[in-house]
């Protein structure tokens, strides 16, 4: 322990730059929110000026050698041009620019010998995603299902009291079976496996199955008394909860009197925000859920008497098995699925699940539908509506993911990147520490991308094999009753590009339906050519252009 003491304390830690660090010093260059932008180290020479920019005790030069974000623009005050420059347009590194001293601190472990030194980040505590790597499992060694003796015998069978019962639920204790629908899953497992040795080495699949589809994909009655056991059964089946996450909460409710189960029932997202879960390999996976489907399937409810699977249940069962079996819901051993956002009061971590489509499906595509109230709007207020709830949800979910905190604040962006702006301008003149601004990223910082948002163009190979004219602003000024220019100038071509919508369109459809050649017999027309047809007769008032 003593020498471990004594090799920390001669590790330098980094300081900030001033006028008076000696030259050659190595540094590292942060922006104001505490991003690395960039490290070299201070330049040998210290002219009164630099590239005609006077070099002020609050100033200094730095030799870049590595660049971490090129997009990151230097202020305009530094530079002989007065523009904002990205770092990227100053060519590849060693390269040397005028730098605030507040947005530079040492690095001891740089070597200018040309060994990179690692990363250094100021002033993020939550801005970066921590990838919790995922456990081990050798499951070389086990054997999937045993056919020994009849119906079968399981392997790795899920402990069933994983989640507690309920009071007042129907038990399985007190539950009986079917045993037309036990002969059922003993010879449904048997035919979906089909075990043979070489099963050990399945092919793995990069698609996959969403869990929380799965357990949608069984229509039980909602009145069977066995519904919400097999739930938590099958849940349990499933998922494998990290035993050193789990170690550390069942510590932690010790000294408050909790045991896990309790909490567990009293308060499940507290325990799963905490403990990771994962999905075994499908050589344990299979075997788990088929014990589950094997033991609940078959019971009967205490009040009707029907058993908890019916024919179509049955008919999911085995298409379920049949894809656990080719690894369609285990989770892929190289991708995390679990990153660290934050700890809570008691020291534990609090961990982000990226599995799944519900994110996707009820976070975003739900709100689109309810955030257009109505259907009837045009291109231009649908795009500025879509983009105004991309801006807030953006904000939202970003905020949310890196601190497990719910944003609170305004979403005027340009208004926060304003005032963020004065913020380091004030602490620049007051050679003062540049902080950030409750961690908000000042984009006035950063090159804009270049990305497109909202109606793509069209690209000239598809305009010009519709016959479709390019855009052209000097036309729709001579003929201004062209309807729908907007559309038409973010498609880059003359007239919109419309479904049949119009009466004059439905017209010319019908009577191509009764005289053109294309619609002639059975077959299916030829659309392409259809399509051809229809832009020859566009006129941007009530004909507009077709693709195929």
């Given at each position: 322990?003593?020498?471990?003491?004594?090799?920390?304390?001669?590790?330098?830690?980094?300081?900030r730059?001033?006028?008076?660090?000696?030259?050659?010093?190595?540094?590292?260059?942060?922006?104001?929110?505490?991003?690395?932008?960039?490290?070299?180290?201070?330049?040998?020479?210290?002219?009164?000026?630099?590239?005609?920019?006077?070099?002020?005790?609050?100033?200094?030069?730095?030799?870049?050698?590595?660049?971490?974000?090129?997009?990151?623009?230097?202020?305009?005050?530094?530079?002989?041009?007065h523009?904002?420059?990205?770092?990227?347009?100053?060519?590849?590194?060693?390269f040397?620019?005028?730098?605030?001293?507040?947005?530079?601190v040492t690095?001891?472990?740089?070597?200018?010998?040309?060994?990179?030194?690692?990363?250094?980040?100021?002033?993020?505590d939550?801005?970066?995603?921590?990838?919790?790597?995922?456990?081990?499992?050798?499951?070389?060694?086990?054997d999937?299902?045993?056919?020994?003796?009849?119906?079968?015998?399981?392997?790795?069978?899920?402990?069933?009291?994983?989640?507690?019962?309920?009071?007042?639920?129907?038990?399985?204790s007190?539950?009986?079976?079917?045993?037309?629908?036990?002969?059922v899953?003993?010879?449904?497992?048997?035919?979906?496996?089909?075990?043979?040795?070489?099963?050990?080495?399945?092919?793995?699949?990069?698609?996959?199955?969403?869990?929380?589809?799965?357990?949608?994909?069984?229509?039980?009655?909602l009145?069977?008394?066995?519904?919400?056991?097999?739930?938590?059964?099958?849940?349990?089946?499933?998922?494998?909860?990290?035993?050193?996450?789990?170690?550390?909460?069942?510590?932690?409710?010790?000294?408050?009197?909790?045991?896990?189960?309790?909490?567990?029932k009293?308060?499940?997202?507290?325990?799963?925000?905490?403990?990771?879960?994962?999905?075994?390999?499908?050589?344990?996976?299979?075997?788990?859920?088929?014990a589950?489907?094997k033991?609940?399937?078959?019971?009967?409810?205490a009040?009707?008497?029907?058993?908890?699977?019916?024919?179509?249940?049955?008919?999911?069962?085995?298409?379920?098995?049949?894809?656990?079996?080719?690894?369609?819901?285990?989770?892929?051993?190289?991708?995390p699925l679990?990153?660290?956002?934050?700890?809570?009061?008691?020291?534990?971590?609090?961990?982000?699940?990226?599995?799944?489509?519900?994110?996707?499906?009820?976070?975003?595509?739900?709100?689109?539908?309810?955030?257009?109230?109505?259907?009837?709007?045009?291109?231009?207020?649908?795009?500025?509506?879509?983009?105004?709830?991309?801006?807030?949800?953006?904000?939202?979910?970003?905020?949310f993911?890196r601190?497990?905190?719910?944003?609170?604040?305004?979403?005027?962006?340009?208004?926060?990147?304003r005032?963020?702006s004065?913020?380091?301008?004030?602490?620049?003149?007051?050679h003062?520490?540049?902080?950030?601004?409750?961690?908000?990223?000042?984009?006035?910082?950063?090159?804009?991308?270049?990305?497109?948002?909202?109606?793509?163009?069209?690209?000239?190979?598809?305009r010009?094999h519709?016959?479709?004219?390019?855009?052209?602003?000097?036309?729709?000024?001579?003929?201004?009753?062209?309807?729908h220019?907007?559309?038409?100038?973010?498609?880059?071509?003359?007239?919109?590009?419309?479904?049949?919508?119009?009466?004059?369109?439905?017209?010319?459809?019908?009577?191509?339906?009764?005289?053109?050649?294309?619609?002639?017999?059975?077959?299916?027309?030829?659309f392409?050519?259809?399509?051809?047809?229809?832009n020859?007769?566009?006129?941007?008032?009530?004909?507009?252009?077709?693709?195929?």
């Amino acid at each position: 322990m003593w020498s471990l003491y004594t090799t920390l304390t001669t590790i330098k830690l980094p300081v900030r730059v001033s006028s008076s660090t000696p030259a050659g010093t190595p540094v590292v260059m942060h922006a104001p929110d505490g991003r690395t932008i960039a490290q070299g180290a201070i330049a040998l020479d210290r002219p009164a000026t630099f590239d005609g920019i006077n070099v002020t005790p609050s100033r200094v030069i730095m030799v870049v050698q590595e660049v971490c974000v090129p997009g990151y623009l230097i202020s305009p005050t530094l530079l002989p041009s007065h523009t904002p420059t990205p770092l990227s347009a100053f060519g590849k590194p060693p390269f040397s620019i005028l730098c605030q001293a507040n947005h530079l601190v040492t690095n001891p472990a740089f070597s200018i010998t040309g060994n990179k030194p690692p990363t250094i980040d100021i002033h993020l505590d939550h801005s970066e995603l921590h990838a919790a790597p995922q456990p081990f499992l050798d499951h070389a060694s086990f054997d999937p299902i045993s056919l020994d003796s009849p119906p079968f015998v399981l392997r790795h069978e899920p402990d069933f009291n994983a989640f507690p019962e309920i009071d007042g639920e129907q038990s399985i204790s007190s539950s009986t079976s079917d045993p037309m629908a036990q002969a059922v899953i003993s010879q449904m497992v048997t035919d979906v496996l089909q075990y043979e040795p070489q099963s050990q080495s399945l092919t793995r699949s990069r698609i996959k199955g969403d869990i929380w589809h799965l357990f949608h994909q069984f229509s039980i009655p909602l009145s069977h008394g066995l519904r919400r056991p097999f739930a938590r059964a099958l849940s349990a089946a499933i998922f494998l909860t990290d035993l050193d996450d789990k170690r550390a909460v069942e510590e932690v409710l010790k000294q408050k009197g909790i045991t896990y189960e309790s909490k567990l029932k009293s308060h499940p997202w507290w325990i799963l925000s905490r403990v990771r879960r994962y999905v075994p390999p499908p050589e344990i996976l299979f075997s788990r859920v088929a014990a589950v489907m094997k033991m609940y399937g078959p019971l009967k409810d205490a009040t009707s008497g029907e058993p908890l699977f019916n024919g179509k249940c049955w008919d999911t069962v085995k298409n379920l098995l049949e894809h656990i079996r080719n690894g369609y819901y285990s989770d892929p051993p190289d991708v995390p699925l679990f990153y660290e956002i934050r700890k809570d009061r008691d020291g534990l971590p609090l961990y982000r699940c990226c599995r799944g489509t519900n994110d996707v499906e009820g976070g975003v595509h739900q709100n689109l539908i309810r955030y257009f109230e109505s259907f009837n709007v045009s291109p231009r207020r649908a795009i500025n509506m879509i983009l105004v709830y991309c801006v807030r949800h953006n904000i939202r979910v970003g905020t949310f993911n890196r601190t497990a905190s719910r944003y609170v604040g305004h979403f005027n962006v340009p208004l926060k990147n304003r005032v963020v702006s004065l913020r380091e301008r004030a602490a620049n003149v007051l050679h003062q520490d540049s902080t950030d601004y409750g961690g908000w990223v000042n984009l006035n910082n950063y090159a804009q991308m270049n990305e497109p948002f909202g109606l793509l163009p069209l690209n000239d190979r598809t305009r010009q094999h519709g016959s479709m004219l390019p855009f052209d602003g000097d036309f729709l000024k001579q003929h201004r009753k062209t309807r729908h220019q907007f559309l038409s100038n973010l498609q880059g071509t003359r007239f919109a590009v419309l479904p049949i919508h119009t009466g004059e369109e439905r017209s010319l459809f019908q009577s191509l339906t009764r005289s053109s050649p294309l619609f002639v017999g059975a077959q299916q027309p030829n659309f392409t050519a259809l399509a051809l047809l229809f832009n020859s007769h566009a006129n941007g008032i009530n004909i507009f252009y077709k693709v195929t």
